[in-house]
C-alpha cells in the first residue's frame, strides 16, 4: 500500500490525478501541497505550502512515491526564470526532498521532445528537469512525454499549445501518433499508475504509448 504525494493538484493533469489516486485501492493516503486549499476529501493530506521558501525537513516528504505534474507557461510565469522555478527548481527540489525522506518511486509530465540540449528553452528546461531526477537516484523513475493535452478543467487561459492540440483533433489521423494530442486524464492515469507500480528503472513513456 503506498503514501502518494501529487504535485500540481490544482492543474488539469494533477487534478485528474487526484481522482485516480483517490480511486486507487493501493495508494492509502494522497499528499498534495498546493498553495491553495483544495476541497477536503477521504484519504487527501491537503498541504498549504509556500513553495518558494520549502523545508527540505518538513515531515510532508515522508511518502513513499511522487506524481509530479506540476508546470506553469513562460506568460503566466513572467520571465524565463519564473518559468524555470516552477518547472525545473520546484520538481527537482521536492524530488530531493522526497527521496531523502524515503521514497522509492518519482514519476513526472515533462513534454514530447525533451532535451537538455534542445534550442527551444521549453523543451531545453523540460530536458534538464529530466536529466536531474534521475541523477536522484530513486529505485523507479517513470518520465512521461505527452504532446498536446485536450480535455479537463483547465486552471490557466488557454496558450498557443492548447489551441493547436484542439484544432488538430480534427485532423487527427494525419498526424503521427507521436504528436497527436493526448487526453488528460489518460496522462493522469499513467502518471499515478506509473508512480505506485514503480518498474525498477528508469521508464519512459512517449506519447504515442499513453
Known amino acids: 500500500m503506498t503514501i502518494l504525494m501529487i504535485l500540481g493538484a490544482t492543474g488539469a493533469v494533477g487534478a485528474r ?4 489516486a483517490l480511486e486507487d485501492p493501493r495508494v492509502t493516503r494522497v499528499v498534495a501541497p498546493t498553495r491553495r486549499p483544495l476541497e477536503p476529501r477521504d484519504k487527501l493530506d491537503n498541504r498549504v505550502l509556500d513553495f518558494s521558501a520549502l523545508d527540505p525537513i518538513d515531515d510532508v516528504w515522508q511518502v513513499d512515491a511522487v506524481a509530479c505534474a506540476i508546470g506553469t507557461t513562460r506568460s503566466i510565469a513572467g520571465s524565463a526564470a519564473g518559468f524555470r522555478e516552477i518547472d525545473h527548481d520546484v520538481p527537482v527540489a521536492i ?19 525533451a532535451d537538455p540540449n534542445s534550442r527551444n528553452f521549453y523543451l531545453r528546461v523540460k530536458g534538464e528537469t529530466e536529466r536531474e531526477l534521475r541523477a536522484i537516484g530513486f529505485d523507479s523513475l517513470t518520465v512521461i512525454r505527452p504532446s498536446g493535452l ?7 487561459p488557454a496558450n498557443l499549445g492548447d489551441h493547436l492540440a484542439e484544432a488538430s483533433r480534427a485532423v487527427r489521423g494525419l498526424i503521427p501518433r507521436r504528436y497527436r494530442p493526448v487526453h488528460v486524464d489518460r496522462v493522469a492515469r499513467a502518471l499515478v499508475d506509473s508512480a505506485v507500480t514503480a518498474a525498477p ?7 504515442e504509448s499513453l
Open 17 to 20: 490525478a487526484i481522482e485516480a
Open 201 to 207: 528503472g528508469v521508464t519512459v513513456r512517449e506519447s
Open 150 to 156: 485536450v480535455g479537463g478543467v483547465r486552471t490557466r
Open 95 to 113: 524530488a530531493g526532498y522526497t527521496h531523502a525522506a524515503g521514497a522509492t518511486s518519482y514519476a513526472v509530465v515533462t513534454s514530447v521532445g
